[in-house]
């Protein structure tokens, strides 16, 4: 489904500043894994669903998703393959449309777009429907504008947006850390429900490792830019946080200490 | 001085047409192009030209104007997408080598077109009516930019643009390439501007190298008095077809301030500051409001 060979990036190369972030990553994924990634800051997580999405070039390696090396297409060209939902709730909508006319640039990803009318009759009837399914009211407010929602909201609209037309493979880059628990816990239980009930195959971000635990068929964790732990399964299903905790000070040392992955 | 306001009238209809190209890069686009003081006076320019050099049609000679209007908004973008040039600094390099290229077309500062005919002689003629010709023909201009963007916004393609100006980032992630918006919306509106250019061209029946000076201010200005007066307006009018109305009125209430205070004695070159003045005063008032209700709500003991 989706295979990552020898995927690697580094920042401000030959500067002062100079930072690999990601060191030759090796990673496949089968079609229906939902995959959970750990680690701590600056570990290459959110710098892997970039390389993925197509936000910066690759420096060295390919990935191949369904068949389509996608390695050096755009990040708008990849948006045809890719939902995505970001860890600010202000980046995955556009904050001065209508929630219609939001979903409606979701519904043309990855089509081609022309001058006809950019949302029909027929489109409003089911975004009522797929609306009602958040249970957060929105199917009333179909002409509010996207900016008038909470941060929750906006986070289950980009959600279903990024849904709303199948994606081969959905990214989500921590897109509860800005919430409140409670929100958190409600995008959180959208977030099984939409990617069971759609068989998608799903990466998932988290700082929290009981989340980690809990969600999806296998976990990945990362440190310095490399996947140091990757278990799925029963053996998964029987993990406990002090275990990852061990194989995160097993890995990453010293640095562990003041990470902020402790207080998860 | 009723002349002198049909005048102000018919000058702000056709300059309103401008004020929608400032629109899209303005309010929809989230960039100030400053491209547009030099593809309005080449929309002039090359409309002066043909007419006079070359005897073309005046109709084929405003298409052509916005045609060029087009070609340097295309350049702006070129700097601004492909070389990551900051949007202003492209329009500024763009408009500054406008001037040169205006000298170059019209081959002298200014070009008069006295003596040769103009849509608005043409209609003229048909009509009998010079006073309102320039009002009704510049109506009917401005009628049908508004319902061309009214209807274009509307699309597949006009809402991939809004979307672009909102949020480029979640543009992209939606399959929107933001460089081809870019270019049609910096292509569209210079397009505008140049129209704009041509037709006030044939209108004061001269080209003049700097008929653009100072265009993009009178663009921010129009659109700032629209929305003041929008919000002014009884249902506060909100829909896209009514701002962009409220665009070109903006622009014809600008020209009627401007007639007014010249006939009262104003220096015809303290216009320029009333207007920068008028931009200025517009965009401080929400800013210095906000923060004297921030300090206005702090309460010492805590309570809200």
């Known amino acids: 489904m989706l295979t990552l060979t020898n995927v690697g990036k580094t920042f401000n190369k030959g500067t002062v500043n100079e930072k690999a972030a990601l060191r030759g990553i090796d990673l496949h994924l089968n079609r229906g894994d939902f995959v959970t990634v750990i680690g701590g800051n600056g570990a290459g997580k959110s710098t892997m669903l970039n390389m993925i999405a197509g936000v910066h070039p690759l420096d060295s390696g390919t990935i191949v998703l369904d068949g389509h090396d996608i390695s050096r297409l755009s990040e708008h060209a990849r948006a045809a393959y890719l939902g995505r939902v970001f860890q600010d709730p202000m980046r995955g909508t556009a904050a001065d449309m209508q929630i219609d006319e939001n979903l409606a640039l979701a519904a043309r990803r990855g089509k081609s777009r022309t001058l006809r009318w950019g949302i029909t009759k027929a489109e409003r009837t089911r975004y009522v429907d797929e609306l009602a399914k958040l249970d957060l009211g929105l199917e009333t407010r179909l002409s509010d504008k996207v900016g008038l929602l909470s941060g929750g909201q906006r986070q289950a609209l980009t959600l279903l947006m990024a849904t709303l037309q199948r994606p081969d493979l959905l990214l989500l880059d921590e897109h509860t850390a800005a919430l409140d628990p409670k929100t958190a816990a409600k995008v959180l239980e959208l977030t099984e429900q939409i ?42 299903a029987g993990l406990h946080r002090a275990d990852l905790m061990r194989k995160f000070e097993e890995a990453a040392g010293e640095e562990f200490a003041n990470d902020r992955m402790l207080l998860g | 001085m009723t002349l002198a306001l049909l005048g102000a009238v018919s000058q702000g209809i056709l300059w309103g047409i401008m004020v929608l190209g400032v629109y899209i890069t303005y309010k929809l686009l989230d960039i100030a192009d400053l491209t547009c003081d030099g593809s309005l006076a080449l929309g002039g320019c090359v409309c002066a030209v043909l007419i006079v050099e070359h005897g073309i049609n005046p109709w084929l000679a405003l298409l052509a104007g916005t045609v060029a209007g087009m070609l340097a908004g295309a350049v702006t973008d070129v700097l ?68 061309a963007l009214y209807w274009f916004f509307g699309t597949e393609i006009g809402s991939a643009l809004r979307a672009t100006g909102n949020n480029e980032d979640m543009s992209r992630a939606m399959g929107i390439d933001t460089r081809a918006t870019k270019m049609i919306a910096l292509m569209l509106s210079n397009g505008l501007v140049g129209l704009a250019g041509a037709l006030i061209c044939q209108s004061q029946k001269y080209a003049d190298i700097g008929m653009g000076t100072g265009a993009i201010i009178i663009g921010l200005a129009a659109i700032v008095i629209g929305e003041v007066l929008g919000r002014l307006t009884p249902g506060k009018l909100r829909s896209f077809s009514s701002r962009l109305v409220a665009a070109v009125v903006g622009s014809v209430v600008y020209f009627l301030i401007r007639a007014i205070v010249l006939q009262m004695g104003m220096d015809a070159n303290d216009m320029k500051l009333l207007s920068a003045a008028i931009v200025a005063i517009a965009l401080a008032v929400p800013v210095v409001w906000e923060r004297q209700q921030l300090r206005a709500s702090y309460r010492k003991g805590g309570e809200a």
């Open chain 1, 195 to 236: 990617v069971s009930s759609e068989g998608l195959t799903t990466l998932m971000v988290t700082h929290n490792m009981h989340d980690a635990i809990r969600m999806g068929n296998r976990l990945i964790m990362m440190a310095d830019g490399k996947i140091i732990y990757d278990v799925r399964g029963e053996e998964k």
């Open chain 2, 80 to 147: 601004h997408t492909v070389f990551d040039i900051p949007a202003i600094l492209a329009g500024i390099l763009t408009q500054i080598s406008l001037w040169s290229i205006n000298l170059r077309i019209m081959g002298k500062s200014n070009i008069p077109l006295l003596k040769h005919e103009t849509i608005f002689s043409e209609i003229t003629v048909a009509s009998g009516l010079p006073q309102t010709t320039v009002v009704v023909l510049g109506l009917v201009f401005a009628t049908i930019c508004v319902g």
